[in-house]
């Protein structure tokens, strides 16, 4: 119970923040006393406990007339915030932002002299049902559909207005085929668990079923597009299909954490997605990219890359296939899958992006054959992670120091992974990045051709039938590092080793690859004063720059970065030893040159 007069040692003349009592549960009783001139978006939104609302009638700004159960701004008309409880007046004109939220109750009846509900005010809620006054000019629910429609909105990401959008929908809803397209948020927070969506339909807006309690969803042919995030948080979401009619998905976030999801089939005939090989993903035909992946998905041999949160929060997968030509394994593309408990990265040339892994609880073991590159937070908090095993094909500068996160901090790719043990041959390049960040380490002979040799940890014995494996292993090696290049595509390379110059009228330039994208101000293998000013310049624009392996902070993809080396100077190696300055441009291109300091 707050009555804001009393509750109070002053009085009460504002409720200035947005949502200020909000998901307070256990609240049953407000009153707003008569000197409140404003209060901010719903203050009382998701109190779902509340059944009583009433306005001081003395107050001039807001009112509760006819016992309404509500708080009413009085310049306005409009319904600021409502309860289980609320009968909305029949003079009202407005229902404002959030008014609705996290409502629960049997019944919403819109009179007819509401001419605007705005964008959210129903979000979170839901009735068992829902009926709008037949003289209502602006909106209906037709055919008793349980919903409400309004006959001309805009939606969030489109310039033009549709008719007949269903901008709200509860648990009891039938979506009538009249209707041309379901709203922003329509669903949000609904206990609906099962829905068609007829042909008339052509767009799911933004956040159409987010958080639902959707368990399985059937769209006609006819539909035609996904916007963002269209079912993210769906935790009983478990089958989904994709009609031939459906030829643009934002898939970004369009599933994720969706922990139940199992089967996702396309029809037959789709010309931009498919679920080749009955493999319960959704993947895009034209570039191979899986783009939403379920609990049940077996990935293709010809998938060459998993999308963006494509298989994000998908508590259910417990074991996932990595094929030989899956090149790049996007940012979360498997994060929060917390029942993963091993990966095994085949041959080839894999690239494992920043939070990749990230909050998989239960991957104990992850087995690396071939080549990869590890970006920062991999696997961050894989706190129960074991051991990774990584062969000496992994070289130097493969496996990321760190990088700023999306809150600003630093994180190296295996934070958060108190258990870990690395496995590597003696004196490889994971021994040192082991060595280097203080984390556990074993010496094992792997072998890059897929064979795993358990051997004592001296590893001092050498004898013919090992080399005979050893031999064939190099020579596979060779020929599949060939196939890998002409494959991998213009967007990843080789380092290279070779470093020609090229003078020109003012300074001397050093190039590092034949492409001749990055350049310096500075020579290779020359010593300098500290407070040098090195300028760096790629046309692609650069990711990230490190001396002697330490990450320093630049702003992501600009084109020019300069900086004194003297910023730097705890970096640097000792007097007469060379330093590595490495620049990585946007398209994982490394170039690489050494200097002195004096």
């Not at 964008?119 to 602006?138: H, K, P, Q, W, Y």
């Not at 909105?153 to 209707?179: H, M, N, Q």
């Not at 031939?244 to 954490?257: G, R, T």
Request: charged share 25%.
């Amino acid at each position: 119970y707050i009555q804001l007069s009393r509750f109070f040692k002053y009085a009460v003349l504002l409720i200035a923040y947005d949502q200020a009592f909000s998901n307070c549960k256990n609240l049953a009783d407000i009153n707003i006393p008569a000197k409140v001139s404003s209060i901010g978006i719903n203050p009382f939104e998701y109190c779902t406990g509340i059944e009583k609302m009433n306005v001081n009638s003395e107050n001039i700004y807001y009112n509760s007339r006819n016992d309404c159960n509500a708080i009413i701004e009085t310049k306005a008309n409009a319904v600021i915030s409502a309860c289980s409880t609320t009968i909305i007046p029949d003079d009202a004109l407005q229902i404002y932002e959030n008014a609705f939220a996290g409502v629960h109750a049997n019944a919403l009846h819109i009179p007819s002299g509401i001419k605007t509900i705005r964008n959210f005010a129903l979000i979170g809620s839901d009735f068992e049902t829902v009926d709008v006054d037949s003289g209502n000019t602006t909106y209906d629910s037709r055919d008793d559909c349980n919903a409400i429609i309004s006959k001309n909105r805009k939606l969030e990401y489109f310039d033009d207005a549709f008719s007949d959008v269903l901008i709200y929908g509860c648990s009891t809803t039938v979506v009538p085929d009249t209707v041309s397209a379901i709203g922003d948020r329509a669903f949000e927070g609904s206990a609906v668990k099962t829905i068609r969506i007829p042909s008339s339909v052509k767009v799911l807006g933004v956040g159409a079923f987010a958080g639902s309690d959707l368990e399985e969803i059937v769209m006609d042919e006819g539909v035609e597009e996904l916007v963002l995030n269209t079912f993210p948080n769906c935790s009983k979401l478990t089958k989904i299909n994709f009609p031939k009619s459906l030829v643009k998905v934002d898939e970004s976030a369009a599933f994720s954490k969706c922990t139940a999801l199992e089967t996702i089939e396309v029809a037959d005939g789709n010309p931009v997605f498919d679920s080749r090989d009955n493999c319960n993903a959704l993947i895009r035909t034209d570039d191979n990219i899986l783009t939403i992946g379920g609990n049940k998905t077996v990935i293709p041999e010809s998938v060459t890359e998993i999308y963006y949160e494509a298989f994000k929060g998908r508590t259910g997968l417990k074991t996932i296939n990595i094929p030989k030509g899956l090149q790049h394994i996007q940012t979360s593309a498997f994060e929060g899958c917390t029942g993963l408990q091993e990966v095994l990265f085949p041959e080839g040339w894999h690239f494992i992006y920043e939070r990749a892994f990230k909050d998989c609880t239960g991957l104990k073991s992850v087995k690396i054959m071939g080549r990869v590159s590890i970006r920062a937070g991999a696997f961050n908090n894989c706190n129960n992670l074991k051991e990774i095993w990584i062969p000496s094909s992994v070289k130097e500068d493969s496996i990321e120091d760190e990088q700023t996160n999306y809150e600003g901090g630093m994180y190296p790719p295996f934070a958060g992974c108190a258990k870990l043990t690395i496995v590597t041959p003696k004196d490889s390049y994971a021994q040192q990045y082991a060595v280097e960040h203080n984390i556990p380490y074993r010496n094992e002979d792997i072998w890059s051709a897929g064979d795993v040799i358990d051997k004592k940890t001296d590893n001092t014995s050498n004898n013919d039938d090992n080399k005979e494996i050893k031999d064939e292993t190099e020579k596979t090696d060779a020929s599949d590092n060939k196939k890998e290049d002409a494959s991998v595509g213009q967007n990843q390379h080789q380092e290279q080793t070779s470093i020609t110059e090229q003078q020109d009228t003012n300074t001397s330039i050093v190039e590092l690859s034949t492409d001749n994208v990055t350049t310096f101000n500075i020579k290779n293998k020359k010593t300098y004063k500290k407070s040098k000013k090195v300028i760096v310049k790629d046309k692609d624009g650069i990711k990230s720059i490190k001396i002697n392996g330490k990450t320093i902070k630049v702003k992501s993809r600009k084109k020019s970065i300069s900086f004194k080396l003297s910023k730097y100077k705890k970096y640097f190696k000792k007097k007469d030893k060379w330093n590595k300055l490495v620049v990585m441009d946007v398209n994982w291109n490394k170039k690489t040159l050494q200097f002195k300091v004096k």
